[in-house]
């Protein structure tokens, strides 16, 4: 079945620990990317996006991500996390037609 | 700007019982969302409007949930009758045409079935 998967499901770290959320999609086509952030008590927003061009992508407060299409791979990383950093992370992508689909969810603990 | 409004936040009903969610878009957005989010798991879509136009209903269970967006601005979306499994939060998010991509998302609405 066609799916988007986020292999970890909780993940704890202490602070200035570097961060790595993996996320595979199983789509095919043309796809776009998306890494959104929930914080505790908080909407859902847009961490960052890939449509096209460079691979690597920059998002807010200091998250990156690397497309990766021969693996069909989104992960996202940042070298050093923070307490606020604590929160859930969701892989998303779109299909033609603006169809959205979300993987399951990786909840992140910092420890400060 | 104001955000995605959405209420009721919290909704407790019996099985069998009938509710209903409404949704306010960020204005001048022609596109919005309903999903489901049920603990543990990543949003599902369930209906996508344009303007007052169904675009995705594909995921959505007809025999029991309906939504309608009558003028093209306020969703309501209504579950009749409800079941223990449609437990779950409900998030509406609305996009422009013109950046389809960045959705912003409410606050949802927490709806337990007992």
């Known amino acids: 079945a066609q799916s988007v998967s986020q292999h970890n499901h909780h993940v704890i770290l202490s602070e200035a620990a570097s961060l790595e959320l993996g996320c595979n999609y199983s789509?095919?086509?043309?796809?776009?990317l998306f890494w959104y952030v929930q914080y505790p008590g908080q909407h859902l927003q847009l961490l960052l996006k890939y449509f096209s061009g460079d691979p690597l992508v920059k998002g807010i407060k200091g998250f990156e991500a690397e497309f990766i299409k021969s693996k069909f791979s989104f992960n996202l990383r940042k070298p050093s996390v923070q307490w606020s950093d604590t929160a859930e992370y969701f892989c998303?992508?779109?299909?033609?037609?603006?169809?959205?689909?979300f993987g399951t969810g990786t909840s992140l603990t910092v420890i400060p | 700007e104001a955000g995605v409004a959405q209420s009721p936040r919290y909704k407790i009903i019996e099985k069998r019982q009938s509710v209903a969610f409404w949704c306010n878009p960020i204005s001048g957005h022609a596109t919005l969302y309903w999903y489901q989010q049920i603990l543990g798991q990543g949003p599902k879509l369930l209906i996508q409007f344009q303007n007052n136009g169904v675009v995705d209903d594909s995921q959505l269970p007809k025999d029991r949930f309906s939504a309608e967006r009558l003028k093209g601005v306020d969703s309501t979306l209504k579950i009749q009758p409800a079941k223990l499994e449609d437990s779950a939060v409900y998030l509406c998010?609305?996009?422009?045409?013109?950046?389809?991509?960045?959705?912003?998302f409410g606050p949802g609405t927490r709806l337990t079935v007992t």
């Open positions: 789509y095919g086509g043309t796809v776009n």
């Open positions: 998010a609305s996009s422009s045409l013109r950046y389809s991509y960045e959705q912003y």
């Open positions: 998303a992508v779109k299909r033609t037609g603006n169809q959205f689909y």
